[in-house]
């Protein structure tokens, strides 16, 4: 059996920005893989090249072992895509827009519009369907956007950043509605700026930077590559903050980090566990009064900023 | 780089059935359904805001009744032929450039939307997209015909030859319009934006203005008649003025209909094969 998706060496130049930089990644059928990366990490222009939008400069990309230059038709046969933008027609129904891409997948007539009332149902819009979609709301649209891009049953889902835009309601009936999908057993590649995303919707996250692979495995595995748990604790005021600091910084073992607006000090743990009665001891000893203390996993953000120098939202910032 | 490869791990929920057979290779729609299906969104979408059709035959009926009565009176050189029986043919011909270039903004909107990722992403062709929404602009476009053919009759004009060569003006209309569609289409993808495509399809003015239509071309200065002459829309205009102004347009115009016919005939197939490709070329590398 082929590999869902094997990258070797693609690149992708557009006039002086380098999309792609000899990428080279494979990818196993049978999961949901988050690609997370900052804005212009080439995020977007993968994903493209995978739905047969973007034909690389060099390397070579095959989807099911069909390579995507030269036989395009054999990949567009087996995916969906739902993009940035919602490629839906507004002044159709939702019902009449699901039809029509059941339609140009090669379904006849009424087995299209079966599919549209089953993807209406999938996407909770059935009682939405008859409604022109300008009158839907945005968390509407995106959820009639993917479940257009379902209805060919396709073996390898491709989402595109699926959620950018979305209030936070929305963004959930999003989830919920991806999930189902997840359920449903179909291989999904999504692209995400969102760490807390990527960690909800996927098995495996690809992290990519520059338009090229800097990290992958699971969520749980980059965060244990990044080492290490996390000691954190909460005080009252920011002068007992920095006082729990300098205790916390005599243990020896890293220097903590410090968040004066939140007032929380944290300190990375590679013994876990062992360490916390430890830190409780010398706070106790130093008479530093917190109002909490916990041990935790680092988040994906922290895991990106290791891997990168760089947090999402600080490239974000320098990208606009 | 070496490749890196990630353990298999299945997704929670694997295995339940769910109501998506998921991993079915889509045969893809036929050329004709794909096309057809293209066109009919583009039909929905006109159909369904009617202001869009209003406000463009709404122009149309001002501008002819501007021109027959406003500047008629005016324009000299027309022989036998009355000016409305001079002008009609040439107000319809144009008038297939003028709803046409609606194309070319319309195209722009639906690349920027990203209704054309998805459809690029589907097992269709290329060309049954493009020509799905020429198919459409086409129908259009013989709306406006038929619409300006009407007011046309109503402010006087009449056929001054047999009504075969009458109804075979209306088919070449049609016939040139379609031309100029993939035009329309082929520059609106150039362009890229819907502003941009605008600014394009002003073309249409030098085109239309600087023609046989609406006054003859040799009241034009020297160095301008060369070009009103061997464009092709003056061949167009002429070859439909001359099928339906019978004995007074023949005698003005000083030509049989192959005269003029052959050559529009020719600019017609010109301009889809220069545009067709080149509209299939931009679509495929946007």
Redesign the interface.
Known sequence: MHPLIEADGLSKRFGKVQALSELTLTLPAGQAVAILGPNGAGKTTFIRMVATLVTPDAGTLRVDGYDVVRDPMAVRRMIGLAGQSAAVEEMMTGRENVAMVARLYGQGRKEAAASAERILELMSLTEAGGRLVKTYSGGMRRRLDLGASLVGSPRLLLLDEPTTGLDPGSRNEVWDAIGAMGRGGTDMLLTTQYLDEADRLAASVVIIDEGRVIALGTPDELKSRVGADMVELHTADVATMERAAAVLGALGVAEPQTDASTRRCSLAAPGGAKLLPAVVRALDDASVEVEDISLRRPTLDEVFLALTGQTTTAKEDTAA | ????????????????G?????????????YV??SG?VA??TL??FV??PALIVASTAQGILFLLIFRYVFGGAVSGTGDLSYVDYLVPGFVVTGVLFSGMEASTGVAEDLL???F????????RLLSIVSGRVSADTTLVAWGTFVMTVVGFAVGFRLGGSVADGLAAFGLTLLFGFAFVWMFIAMGLLAGSPQAAQSLAFLVFPLSFVSSAYVPVSTMPGWMQGFATNQPLTKMVDTVRLLTGGPAAQQLLGHPVSYYLWPSLAWSAGIVLVFAPLAVWKLKNS
């Not at chain 2, 780089?1 to 339940?16: C, F, K, Y």
């Not at chain 2, 998805?118 to 097992?123: G, Q, T």
């Open positions: 780089m070496t490749s890196i490869d990630i353990a298999v791990q299945s997704p929670p929920g694997t295995g339940d769910g109501p998506v057979g998921a991993g079915v290779v889509n045969r893809g729609a036929s359904t794909a299906q009919l969104r929905k979408k369904r805001t939307g990203g209704l990722d998805r459809l690029r992403s589907l097992p269709i």
